[in-house]
């Protein structure tokens, strides 16, 4: 062999001895644990190239260092990586992390919509909830949400969130609306909604409901007015705010076309959104024929049959209550 070609055979070997070396160290950066000692949480926009991502992951400590992990994502094989906001276990391994971001297993954000909360409420933690997207339309009709805990990944839209609490009270009423007890004397779903919001104002024990429902479902069948304070509320309110401050009785004189103390039979719309147990209580009430409740002082209420049964537990809901008020609910 002449010289020449030794010398081209001894920089093939070197270069297949330092191609070794690089591939082994490539490799074992590949499956490394990351400098990372904590869990952390990178949000990738949509757009960002895989130079941009691997930059983000080396600046928020996921990478020790960026070039592997570029390599492999941009030239190996799988799925691309997906944007959106990620968790990066602890001392992740760079092929985990690609791994993570290629099965677009995103972090789930929650939203909750408590029972009782107005359409203004809940149009008002959309807005301020981070990690959602666009602005919201104009609000829907009060009672038109379902409270629940609703789950959403990072940049959904405003919009979408609000259509499906939206669907969500629609198809629950339907369905309890074609299961409803026959008794029921209510002549449409709407109907049913604006009970089950005042049902949920009236009471926070779950207990209670079903037998608060028969109370008001008792009323209407003979007649009588519902005389219920949050309805009251909500006319002077609009559901724009909470009252602040303790009905009147210059309050149970105000003319309103909530004014259940007036008026005959239910308020025009539902005064909150009902969630799934009350708007149940309403269309599958308890068997009674209650006819009153009042404040018992601890929370709940105690219940009667006759107004003389009625006006004792007031007078005793008095006593209790040192502010004053007249009891009736």
Same mark, same amino acid.
């Given at each position: 062999m002449g010289r020449p070609l030794k010398i081209v055979a001894a920089i093939v070997a070197l270069l297949a001895v330092a191609g070794g070396a690089l591939a082994a160290w490539g490799y074992n950066a590949y499956i490394s644990p990351g400098p990372s000692t904590a869990p952390v949480t990178v949000i990738i926009e949509r757009g960002t190239g895989t130079n941009g991502i691997a930059r983000a992951l080396y600046g928020a400590g996921v990478l020790a260092e960026p070039l592997v992990f570029r390599l492999v994502a941009r030239w190996g094989s799988g799925a691309p990586l997906k944007a959106g906001e990620y968790e990066f276990a602890a001392a992740i391994t760079p092929k985990a %992390?690609?791994?993570?971001?290629?099965?677009?297993? =995103?972090?789930?954000?929650r939203l909750t919509v408590v029972e009782g909360l107005t359409v203004a409420d809940a149009m008002a933690l959309l807005t301020g909830?981070? !990690?959602?997207? !666009?602005?919201? $339309? %104009?609000? &829907? &009709?009060?009672?038109?949400?379902?409270?629940?805990?609703? +789950?959403?990944?990072?940049?959904?839209?405003?919009?979408?969130?609000? /259509? /499906?609490?939206?669907?969500?009270? /629609?198809?629950?009423v339907e369905n309890l609306w074609r299961n409803r007890s026959p008794e029921v004397p209510l002549m449409t779903p709407g109907q049913a909604?604006?009970?089950?919001?005042?049902?949920?104002k009236e009471t926070a024990k779950p207990a209670e409901r079903p037998r608060i429902a028969a109370v008001f479902l008792n009323r209407l069948k003979r007649k009588m007015r519902l005389q219920s304070d949050p309805t009251v509320v909500y006319g002077? =309110?609009?559901?724009?705010? $909470?009252?602040?401050?303790?009905?009147?009785?210059?309050d149970l004189k105000q003319p309103s076309p909530y004014n259940t103390y007036l008026?005959?039979?239910?308020? $025009?719309? &539902?005064?909150? @959104? $009902?969630?799934?147990?009350s708007l149940? %209580?309403?269309? /599958?009430? %308890?068997? =009674?024929?209650?006819?009153?409740?009042?404040?018992?002082?601890?929370?709940? +209420? *105690?219940?009667?049959? =006759?107004?003389?049964? +009625? @006006?004792? @537990? *007031?007078?005793?809901?008095?006593?209790?209550n040192k502010n004053g008020g007249d009891g009736r609910q």
């Amino acid at each position: 062999m002449g010289r020449p070609l030794k010398i081209v055979a001894a920089i093939v070997a070197l270069l297949a001895v330092a191609g070794g070396a690089l591939a082994a160290w490539g490799y074992n950066a590949y499956i490394s644990p990351g400098p990372s000692t904590a869990p952390v949480t990178v949000i990738i926009e949509r757009g960002t190239g895989t130079n941009g991502i691997a930059r983000a992951l080396y600046g928020a400590g996921v990478l020790a260092e960026p070039l592997v992990f570029r390599l492999v994502a941009r030239w190996g094989s799988g799925a691309p990586l997906k944007a959106g906001e990620y968790e990066f276990a602890a001392a992740i391994t760079p092929k985990a %992390a690609i791994e993570l971001m290629r099965s677009g297993r =995103t972090v789930v954000r929650r939203l909750t919509v408590v029972e009782g909360l107005t359409v203004a409420d809940a149009m008002a933690l959309l807005t301020g909830a981070a !990690g959602l997207s !666009g602005k919201l $339309p %104009a609000a &829907p &009709p009060e009672g038109s949400l379902l409270p629940e805990t609703y +789950h959403f990944s990072y940049g959904d839209k405003r919009e979408q969130l609000l /259509r /499906r609490m939206q669907d969500a009270m /629609r198809d629950l009423v339907e369905n309890l609306w074609r299961n409803r007890s026959p008794e029921v004397p209510l002549m449409t779903p709407g109907q049913a909604v604006i009970l089950a919001s005042i049902v949920e104002k009236e009471t926070a024990k779950p207990a209670e409901r079903p037998r608060i429902a028969a109370v008001f479902l008792n009323r209407l069948k003979r007649k009588m007015r519902l005389q219920s304070d949050p309805t009251v509320v909500y006319g002077l =309110t609009q559901g724009a705010a $909470p009252l602040g401050r303790a009905l009147t009785r210059a309050d149970l004189k105000q003319p309103s076309p909530y004014n259940t103390y007036l008026i005959d039979g239910l308020p $025009p719309t &539902p005064i909150s @959104n $009902p969630g799934s147990a009350s708007l149940e %209580a309403v269309l /599958r009430p %308890a068997a =009674t024929e209650d006819l009153y409740f009042v404040a018992d002082g601890s929370g709940g +209420h *105690v219940f009667a049959t =006759t107004l003389e049964e +009625h @006006n004792r @537990n *007031v007078a005793k809901w008095r006593k209790l209550n040192k502010n004053g008020g007249d009891g009736r609910q």
